[in-house]
């Protein structure tokens, strides 16, 4: 029902930025918390960032606030992921996520989100 694909990862040095982006399509966009989540071989899969429906909270893993930035775009059906300052411990794949359910608080757990994209690599170089 739900479909996400993630595109804007690559491989870039220490300090630089990148964009992830996030393209949804069937169901209802608006109404959904969308995320982003990380994941590397052989550990789980990390909450990165969230927004609500409206746009208007967010949240964000100690790790990355104030260096990512997460927005949403309702009418276009696509999440963004600003990620500056890119540290090599950013490195992984990066998925975004569709929270049906708890449209009215933001979850940091992988378990909440029901609909997942595929990922795509952020591989950050020292």
């Known amino acids: 029902q739900v479909q996400l694909v993630e595109s804007g990862g690559g491989l870039v040095q220490a300090g630089d930025s990148l964009r992830l982006s996030c393209a949804a399509s069937g169901g209802t966009f608006g109404r959904y918390t969308m995320g982003w989540f990380r994941q590397t071989p052989g550990k789980e899969r990390e909450f990165v960032a969230a927004v609500m429906w409206s746009g208007g909270n967010t949240r964000y893993a100690d790790s990355v606030k104030g260096r990512f930035t997460i927005s949403r775009d309702n009418a276009k059906n696509t999440m963004n992921l600003q990620m500056n300052s890119l540290k090599p411990e950013d490195t992984a794949v990066y998925y975004c996520?569709?929270?049906?359910?708890?449209?009215?608080?933001?979850?940091?757990?992988?378990?909440?989100?029901?609909?997942w994209g595929q990922g795509t690599q952020v591989t950050v170089s020292s």
């Open positions: 996520a569709a929270d049906t359910t708890h449209i009215f608080y933001i979850d940091s757990r992988a378990l909440a989100y029901e609909h």
